[in-house]
């Protein structure tokens, strides 16, 4: 596992330090201007000495590109480096920030690696970057759930057998002395049996992510699979073969449905058995 950070093009984009090009090092101003001719459509937000590379469309950009000394050892020799996703630098350990960079003396050579690497995500490396998010907010409706049923119990019970004793009397019919204690026992029961719901759920998911092309709405889809009981980064924990690319006109019906009700949520919104809106047209839907 590297330190990458991934960045979206909505949080990168008109946010350069510089306005226009007078304050960009000539370094990466040649940088920029070969890289453009070797690949078409890049587009490109500039700070000082790096620039964020991004194609229109997408929602996170491909990495970045930079002149300078980005060596651990810092001996002040520079390069032209690309840091990308798909870089897996192993001079440098898995939780260094230079695991995901190439780093040349020479600026073909960086146009070289730029060229290799600089790629767009895919759904899997999409996955890879934003699955924790509901993992973490699946783990965390189910920690409420249990908390609450441990605070009643608390409250109520001064051992196990103390409960299944009232839980017995309240499902024989009993009727409590203070009703609202018989009330108070009713409620913990309750909350047992959501809490034995709650930590039998599994967490399967789609990943969606929705885009026009050729003025026609695309979803592709990638299903995940019980996502709450693996380690979810790496390529080969995921089923890259189940995706599908669907239209308005073939898109599952229930699918379809599903969809509608995410796309109302807000961004980083997460509704349990419903999904998660991610923004950038990237929604999760609970299945």
């Not at 699979?225 to 669907?246: C, I, P, Q, V, W």
């Amino acid at each position: 596992m590297s330190t990458y950070e991934a960045k979206r093009v909505s949080d990168i984009k008109g946010k350069g330090f510089t306005e226009g090009h007078s304050d960009i090092i000539p370094e990466i101003q040649d940088f920029v201007f070969q890289l453009s001719k070797e690949m078409r459509g890049l587009q490109f937000e500039y700070h000082r000495y790096k620039a964020y590379v991004y194609m229109e469309g997408h929602p996170f950009c491909m990495g970045w590109i930079a002149f300078g000394d980005f060596r651990e050892s810092g001996k002040g020799i520079k390069n032209y480096v690309v840091c990308s996703h798909k870089i897996q630098n192993m001079k440098y350990s898995n939780y260094s920030k230079q695991r995901n960079m190439a780093m040349s003396l020479h600026l073909k050579d960086g146009v070289k690696n730029a060229k290799r690497y600089l790629q767009n995500f895919d759904m899997v490396d999409i996955a890879i970057e934003t699955v924790h998010n509901v993992k973490l907010q699946f783990s965390s409706a189910r920690d409420k759930v249990r908390r609450n049923a441990k605070d009643i119990q608390d409250k109520l019970f001064t051992s196990e057998a103390m409960y299944r004793e009232m839980e017995h009397l309240s499902n024989s019919g009993h009727m409590f002395i203070d009703p609202a204690f018989g009330q108070q026992v009713k409620d913990f029961i309750t909350s047992q049996q959501e809490h034995r719901v709650s930590e039998a759920k599994i967490l399967n998911l789609y990943l969606i992510k929705v885009y026009e092309k050729f003025g026609t709405q695309h979803f592709d889809v990638l299903p995940i699979d019980n996502a709450n009981k693996h380690y979810l980064r790496e390529r080969s924990m995921f089923n890259s073969e189940g995706l599908k690319t669907y239209t308005d006109d073939t898109i599952p019906q229930e699918l379809a449905g599903k969809l509608s009700v995410v796309n109302i949520l807000s961004q980083d919104q997460y509704v349990e058995d419903v999904g998660y809106a991610m923004g950038d047209g990237m929604y999760y839907v609970s299945i």
